[in-house]
Protein backbone atom coordinates (compact mmCIF):
# COMPACT_ATOMS: atom_id res chain seq x y z
CA UNK A 1 0.00 0.00 0.00
CA UNK A 2 0.91 3.67 -0.97
CA UNK A 3 0.12 6.36 1.48
CA UNK A 4 0.17 9.85 -0.19
CA UNK A 5 0.76 13.17 2.06
CA UNK A 6 -0.23 16.41 0.67
CA UNK A 7 0.46 19.66 2.39
CA UNK A 8 -1.81 22.49 0.88
CA UNK A 9 -1.44 26.47 2.09
CA UNK A 10 -4.11 28.69 1.18
CA UNK A 11 -4.63 32.48 0.84
CA UNK A 12 -7.24 32.99 3.84
CA UNK A 13 -9.39 34.33 1.38
CA UNK A 14 -9.59 31.01 -0.33
CA UNK A 15 -10.04 28.66 2.05
CA UNK A 16 -13.99 28.72 2.28
CA UNK A 17 -13.18 27.84 -1.82
CA UNK A 18 -10.74 24.75 -1.16
CA UNK A 19 -13.26 23.20 1.12
CA UNK A 20 -16.31 24.12 -1.09
CA UNK A 21 -14.18 22.51 -3.76
CA UNK A 22 -13.03 19.36 -1.86
CA UNK A 23 -16.95 19.06 -0.22
CA UNK A 24 -18.01 18.24 -4.33
CA UNK A 25 -15.08 16.02 -5.19
CA UNK A 26 -13.76 13.82 -2.22
CA UNK A 27 -16.12 10.76 -2.52
CA UNK A 28 -15.03 11.25 -6.66
CA UNK A 29 -11.46 10.76 -5.14
CA UNK A 30 -12.55 8.12 -2.69
CA UNK A 31 -14.19 5.77 -5.04
CA UNK A 32 -11.53 6.41 -8.11
CA UNK A 33 -9.71 2.93 -8.82
CA UNK A 34 -7.05 2.41 -6.51
CA UNK A 35 -8.43 4.37 -3.47
CA UNK A 36 -9.21 2.80 -0.23
CA UNK A 37 -8.95 6.28 2.25
CA UNK A 38 -9.06 9.77 1.91
CA UNK A 39 -8.88 12.12 4.93
CA UNK A 40 -8.75 15.88 5.30
CA UNK A 41 -6.60 17.28 8.02
CA UNK A 42 -6.07 20.99 8.96
CA UNK A 43 -3.13 22.14 10.92
CA UNK A 44 -4.46 24.01 14.50
CA UNK A 45 -2.06 26.57 14.57
CA UNK A 46 -1.35 27.68 11.32
CA UNK A 47 -5.48 27.26 9.76
CA UNK A 48 -4.54 28.19 6.06
CA UNK A 49 -2.76 24.73 6.08
CA UNK A 50 -4.08 21.74 5.50
CA UNK A 51 -3.05 18.48 5.08
CA UNK A 52 -4.95 15.37 2.67
CA UNK A 53 -3.69 11.50 3.95
CA UNK A 54 -5.01 9.04 0.86
CA UNK A 55 -3.75 5.13 0.69
CA UNK A 56 -3.46 3.54 -2.82
CA UNK A 57 -3.33 0.10 -4.41
CA UNK A 58 -0.26 1.04 -6.05
CA UNK A 59 2.04 3.93 -7.80
CA UNK A 60 0.22 2.88 -10.86
CA UNK A 61 -3.13 3.64 -9.50
CA UNK A 62 -1.92 7.36 -7.72
CA UNK A 63 -0.39 7.88 -11.15
CA UNK A 64 -3.70 7.31 -12.76
CA UNK A 65 -5.42 9.46 -10.53
CA UNK A 66 -2.54 11.87 -10.88
CA UNK A 67 -2.77 11.56 -14.98
CA UNK A 68 -6.89 11.55 -15.28
CA UNK A 69 -9.35 14.27 -15.96
CA UNK A 70 -10.72 14.01 -12.40
CA UNK A 71 -7.43 15.29 -10.93
CA UNK A 72 -6.97 18.00 -13.43
CA UNK A 73 -10.17 19.24 -13.39
CA UNK A 74 -9.66 19.64 -8.93
CA UNK A 75 -5.94 20.76 -9.52
CA UNK A 76 -6.98 23.47 -11.71
CA UNK A 77 -9.39 25.07 -9.50
CA UNK A 78 -7.16 24.48 -6.75
CA UNK A 79 -3.52 25.16 -7.61
CA UNK A 80 -4.54 29.23 -8.25
CA UNK A 81 -5.69 29.35 -4.40
CA UNK A 82 -2.06 28.67 -3.03
CA UNK A 83 -0.13 31.09 -1.02
CA UNK A 84 3.02 28.65 -1.07
CA UNK A 85 3.74 25.45 -2.92
CA UNK A 86 2.22 22.98 -2.18
CA UNK A 87 4.45 19.63 -0.88
CA UNK A 88 4.01 15.97 -1.09
CA UNK A 89 5.46 12.67 -0.07
CA UNK A 90 4.84 8.84 -1.21
CA UNK A 91 5.54 6.86 1.77
CA UNK A 92 5.22 2.96 2.48
CA UNK A 93 3.06 2.40 5.18
CA UNK A 94 4.70 0.03 7.57
CA UNK A 95 2.99 -0.64 10.41
CA UNK A 96 -0.35 0.47 11.63
CA UNK A 97 -1.82 0.42 15.70
CA UNK A 98 -5.84 0.72 16.50
Known sequence: ML???????FFEKHIDEFLDN???????????EGCQFL????????TNVFFTYSYWNSEVDLNNYRNSDLFK???SKTK???????????????????
Open 39 to 46: ELYRDKNN
Open 80 to 98: VLFNAKPEAWSVNKLESLN
Open 3 to 9: VRIVKLS
Open 73 to 75: GIW
Open 22 to 32: FELNKLKIRHF
